[in-house]
């Protein structure tokens, strides 16, 4: 039995300690933001915080996380505020098809925090996320948007 707390809630959930924490936050608490891409941490689909630090989630053992802080895209608006990546997403439309904006939203997220006003060689270096739709220059304006805000 593992212990979790995810989004501020805490999660009893039995599973297999080698279970990735991508499985366990979709099927064993139901959270289905977070998606899976590649299972290899390549593509950031899966992307969470991990006391606050951007982590892939399809490679992280389940038995790593315990009594640390994770949160998903579900957890990072506050009620029906989106945060300002979030806005800035939608401002600067950005998603196409959506499915990796989950995590790459995270991964922005992530690195407003650590770098409030990154510079696009920031970026390039910092948010390695896959857009098969080929978004990265709405990502990069709604980066700098979300920055000013």
Not at 98 to 104: A, D, E
Request: hydrophobic residues 35%.
């Amino acid at each position: 039995m593992a212990t979790l707390n995810v989004n501020g809630k805490t999660y009893q959930v039995d599973v297999d300690p080698r279970t990735p924490l991508l499985w366990v936050i979709r099927d064993s608490v139901g959270l289905t933001g977070t998606k899976y891409g590649c299972g290899i941490a390549q593509c950031g689909c899966c992307t969470v915080h991990v006391e606050g630090v951007a982590t892939r989630s399809c490679s992280v053992p389940v038995s790593s996380v315990q009594g640390k802080k994770i949160t998903t895209i579900e957890g990072i608006a506050s009620g029906d505020v989106l945060n300002k990546v979030q806005k800035a997403w939608v401002d600067n439309e950005v998603p196409q098809c959506g499915y990796c904006q989950s995590g790459m939203v995270m991964a922005v997220t992530a690195l407003l925090k650590s770098n409030p006003k990154p510079t696009d060689e920031d970026i390039n270096s910092s948010i390695t996320n896959i857009c098969r739709c080929g978004t990265y220059q709405q990502v990069r304006e709604a980066i700098h948007a979300a920055a000013k805000a």
